[in-house]
């Protein structure tokens, strides 16, 4: 009995998890948005271009960390190449 009910709650879940799986393709990059992308990539670079300058007038703070924190990912990502070839 038991192996019955546990077989029967895999294929429930199999089941659910496929369901979800399907919901959450809506919203991960498939061909759509790609073509968006192609389609629209001068109004896209405007916008970030425009997000960018407004950073630098309201909160420049938050433009400095961001810098920083790039800055480190840079060097320890050399760190960790280095230790990995020698």
Same mark, same amino acid.
Request: cysteine-free.
């Given at each position: 009995m038991?192996? #019955? &009910?546990? =077989? !029967? !709650? #895999? !294929?429930?879940? &199999? =089941?659910?998890?496929?369901e979800l799986e399907e919901r959450l393709k809506v919203y991960t990059n498939n061909n759509s948005h790609k073509k968006y992308y192609e389609k629209n990539n001068d109004i896209i670079k405007e916008k970030a271009r425009n997000y960018m300058n407004k950073i630098k007038e309201t909160n420049p703070d938050k433009l400095k960390e961001w810098r920083h924190n790039a800055y480190m990912k840079r060097k320890a990502k050399l760190q960790n190449e280095n230790i990995i070839n020698n």
């Open positions: 038991t192996d #019955n &009910k546990l =077989k !029967e !709650e #895999n !294929e429930k879940l &199999k =089941k659910r998890i496929y």
